[in-house]
C-alpha cells in the first residue's frame, strides 16, 4: 500500500527521494510524488499518475527540485481516483505546508467542509489535502508550527503516517504517526523517515519506531521525538539485521521466483534457533506451561495468505491438542462478538505486522482479555510490538506482493507450536516428539528436492496457462492447501480460481465442471486420499482436465488416471504442508509468466494492507 520517505541531509534530496521510493514500490502504488525544500524555503512538488520511472522522467525533463529536505510517495489510492492531482505530496492554498500520508483521515469531509466555509478551495479528491490545509489554517492562524501539528493531529480521526514540510522551516521535516508505520533511519550523511524499513537499507541500519501519537522533528543531525503531551520521548534505537542483497533481485526475473527459491534457508532460519539437542524451544513464550494448559480455546486470525496459515493451523491444533481451534479472517473477527476471553488464545499471523484488519482483531481480542500470541516477519512491526508475545519468523524482507516465503514460514511455526504445546500437555510419546524432530532436520533438504523439480511444473503450467478457471481440491489440510494454491494462482495470473473441500464439489460446484476447466486434486492426506480422488474423478467425468498433487510413493497410482502428476517427497504430517505448498507456488509462478503478467506488483494489490 502507500509508501513515505523522508530525508534531512548532506546531499541532494531528489536521488535519495527516488531511489527510496524504488524500494517501496513492491508495497503496490498507482502514483507517486515528491517535494524538496530549498534553502531559501521554495517548496517544489513534482507527482505523476504510474510507475516511479515516470516520475523520473517528469522530474528531469522539468526545472530541477534543488536541496536537501524532501519528502516522497507511493499512491495506492482510497480517496479519490488515481491521477497526477490525486498523488501526493498534497499541499495547503499558500503552499507553505506540503503533505505525504498514509492511511485514512476518516472525518476528512466534515474537516473540508469548515475550511470550505472559510474561503479554501480544494484541488484534489484527496484526505490528504485536507490534512495540509487544515495544517496550513492553524499555523496561519497560530504561527507556531509545533501548535499547528498539535491542532491538526487534535482534530483528524482515523490512521495517519505524516511526513509534512513548512517553507518557513527549509532546514526540517516533521513526522506523526497513528496506526500506520512509520520510522526514522538514522544516518550518517543525514536523517530519515520511511514507512518501510527496505527503503532506508543501502542508507542506515539504524532506527527507531514512532509510537502512536508520537511527534517527530528531523534535521540533519537531530532527531527529537515527543508524546502526545508534547514531552520529549527518549527513543530506543535498534539495529535492523536484514541487508541490502536481500531486498534485490540477485540475478532472478523476479522477486517471487527469489523468495521461492530461498525457502529452504528461510525454513532453516526459522527451525534452528527453536531447536536443541532435540528439543523444540520457544523461549519467546517464557517458557510457561501454564500458557497452554489454562486454554479452553484457540482463535488463530489473520488476512489473505496468513488467514490459509490459520485454517492449517486450526486442524493441526485442534487434533494435536484437543482444545477447540478456530481461524478467523482477522476482518469479521472483530465485528462478529466473538466468544474471547482470559482463557482463550489468540494467535494473529501476519507477514508485515501491519496489516489493518489484523491490528485491529489482535487489539479486541486484548480488549477481551485474551492471551495474544503474533507471529510476524517484519521485526518491530506494530503488531510485533502490541501483542503479549511474539514470534518472528525469520523470512527476511519479502518484496513480491504473493507471499511464498512468509507463508512456508508461518506454517512451519504453526507446526513446531503444535508439538511444543502437545508436549506441554503430556500428550506426545518420546517416539512420537523424535520422529517429528527429524522430519523437521531433514525439512530444508526436502524443500530442495521438491524445487529441483521445477522443469515438470513449469511444463505443466505451459499446458494450462490459457485456461479461463481453475479449481483446487483436497480435504482436511490439503483442503486449508489448497486455499493458498488457489490465491497464489489468481492474485498473480488474475486466472479466475476457487478452493473447495473436495467433498463440497458435488454440492453445487460440480455444476461447473466441463472442458476447458482445470481441478488441482491435492491428495497428500492419507487418511482421506482415496476420497479425493474420487472427487477429482467426479469432476473429470465431466470433462475436466485434472492435475494432481501427491506424494511420491502415491505418484504411479495417479499417473495412469491423470495428465500431470506433481509429486513431492513424504515427511511428518504436520510438515507436509510446507513441502507441499512449494509445487502450487511455482504453478501459479510459470503459469503468469506464461501470460506475461506483472508478477511482483499484481494489478491492484498492496503488500501491506493498511486500511480496512
Ligand atoms: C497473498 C498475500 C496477502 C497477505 C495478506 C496479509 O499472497 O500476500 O493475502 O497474506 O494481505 O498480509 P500480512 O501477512 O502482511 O498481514
Not at 508495497?27 to 504510474?50: E, L
Not at 500458557?291 to 491444533?317: E, P, Q, T
Not at 510459470?590 to 486500511?611: E, M, Q
Request: one cysteine or more; hydrophobic letters at 40%.
Amino acid at each position: 500500500m502507500c509508501g513515505i520517505i523522508g530525508f534531512c541531509g548532506e546531499e541532494e534530496a531528489v536521488p535519495v527521494l527516488l531511489e527510496g521510493l524504488e524500494k517501496l514500490e513492491y508495497r503496490g502504488y498507482d502514483s507517486a510524488g515528491v517535494a524538496v525544500i530549498s534553502g531559501d524555503g521554495v517548496i517544489r512538488i513534482r507527482k505523476r499518475k504510474g510507475r516511479i520511472a515516470s516520475l523520473r522522467e517528469k522530474i528531469e525533463a522539468e526545472e530541477p527540485l534543488p536541496g536537501t529536505v524532501g519528502i516522497g510517495h507511493t499512491r495506492w489510492a482510497t480517496h479519490g481516483e488515481p491521477n497526477d492531482v490525486n498523488a501526493h505530496p498534497q499541499a495547503g492554498m499558500s503552499g507553505r505546508i506540503v503533505v505525504v500520508h498514509n492511511g485514512i483521515i476518516e472525518n476528512y469531509r466534515e474537516i473540508r467542509q469548515f475550511l470550505e466555509r472559510r474561503g479554501y478551495k480544494f484541488l484534489s479528491e484527496t484526505d490528504t489535502e485536507v490534512v495540509a490545509q487544515l495544517m496550513e489554517y492553524y499555523y496561519l492562524g497560530k504561527g507556531d508550527l509545533m501548535d499547528a501539528v498539535y491542532s491538526m493531529l487534535d482534530r483528524i480521526k482515523g490512521s495517519y503516517a505524516l511526513g509534512i514540510l513548512c517553507s518557513d522551516y527549509p532546514g526540517q521535516l516533521i513526522a506523526a504517526r497513528k496506526d500506520a508505520p512509520l520510522l526514522i533511519g538514522y544516518g550518517e550523511d543525514g536523517n530519515y523517515i520511511a514507512s518501510d524499513v527496505t527503503a532506508l537499507l543501502s542508507h542506515t541500519r539504524t532506527v527507531s519506531y514512532l509510537e502512536d501519537e508520537e511527534v517527530a522533528v528531523i534535521t540533519k543531525d537531530q532527531v527529537t521525538v515527543y508524546d502526545a503531551g508534547r514531552l520529549v520521548v527518549d527513543k530506543e534505537l535498534h539495529t535492523v539485521e536484514w541487508d541490502v542483497s536481500a531486498a534485490e533481485k540477485g540475478g532472478y526475473s523476479h522477486f517471487m521466483i527469489k523468495e521461492i527459491m530461498e525457502q529452504p534457508e528461510a525454513v532453516r532460519k526459522t527451525l534452528s534457533p527453536r531447536l536443541r539437542d532435540g528439543r523444540i524451544f520457544f523461549e519467546e513464550l517464557g517458557e510457561d506451561p501454564a500458557f497452554i494448559r489454562n486454554c479452553s480455546s484457540i482463535y488463530i486470525i489473520g488476512c489473505g495468505s496468513a488467514y490459509h496459515v490459520g485454517v492449517v493451523g486450526k486442524y493441526m491444533l485442534e487434533k494435536h491438542l484437543r482444545i477447540p481451534a478456530e481461524a478467523c479472517l482477522a476482518s469479521e473477527f472483530r465485528y462478529s462478538d466473538p466468544i474471547v476471553g482470559p482463557d482463550t488464545l489468540v494467535i494473529v499471523i501476519s507477514q508485515s505486522g501491519e496489516t489493518l484488519d489484523s491490528m485491529a482483531a489482535l487489539r479486541e481480542a486484548k480488549r477481551r482479555g485474551a492471551r495474544t500470541l503474533a507471529i510476524v516477519n517484519v521485526i518491530g512491526s506494530s503488531i510485533a510490538r502490541e501483542a503479549d508475545y511474539v514470534i518472528y519468523t525469520w523470512a527476511g524482507p519479502e518484496i513480491a506482493v504473493a507471499t511464498t516465503k512468509a507463508y512456508s514460514t508461518q506454517l512451519l511455526l504453526i507446526s513446531m507450536l503444535t508439538v511444543y504445546f502437545k508436549d506441554q500437555l503430556g500428550k506426545i510419546t518420546p517416539e512420537e516428539y523424535d520422529e517429528y524432530v527429524d522430519e523437521l532436520l531433514a525439512l530444508p533438504d526436502k524443500l530442495d528436492q521438491v524445487l529441483a523439480r521445477v522443469g515438470n511444473i513449469q511444463k505443466t503450467a505451459s499446458k494450462y496457462f490459457n485456461l479461463d478457471s481453475m479449481f483446487f481440491i483436497g480435504r482436511n489440510l490439503d483442503y486449508a492447501l489448497g486455499l493458498e494454491g488457489s490465491l497464489k494462482l489468481k492474485e498473480i495470473s488474475y486466472i479466475h480460481s476457487e478452493s473447495y473441500a473436495a467433498g463440497e464439489l458435488k454440492h453445487g460446484t460440480i455444476s461447473l465442471m466441463e472442458p476447458g476447466v482445470l481441478v488441482v486434486a491435492i491428495a497428500t492426506c492419507e487418511s482421506v486420499l482415496d476420497k479425493t480422488f474420487s472427487n477429482m474423478v467426479e469432476a473429470t467425468s465431466r470433462g475436466a482436465d485434472a492435475v494432481v498433487l501427491t506424494t511420491e510413493e502415491h505418484a504411479g497410482n495417479f499417473e495412469k488416471t491423470v495428465k500431470a502428476v506433481l509429486s513431492v517427497p513424504s515427511t511428518h504430517d504436520l510438515l507436509q504442508a510446507n513441502l507441499n505448498i512449494v509445487p502450487l507456488q511455482l504453478f501459479a509462478y510459470y503459469v503468469a509468466l506464461n501470460r506475461g503478467c506483472d508478477i511482483d506488483k499484481p494489478r491492484n494489490l498492496a503488500k501491506s494492507v493498511t486500511v480496512e
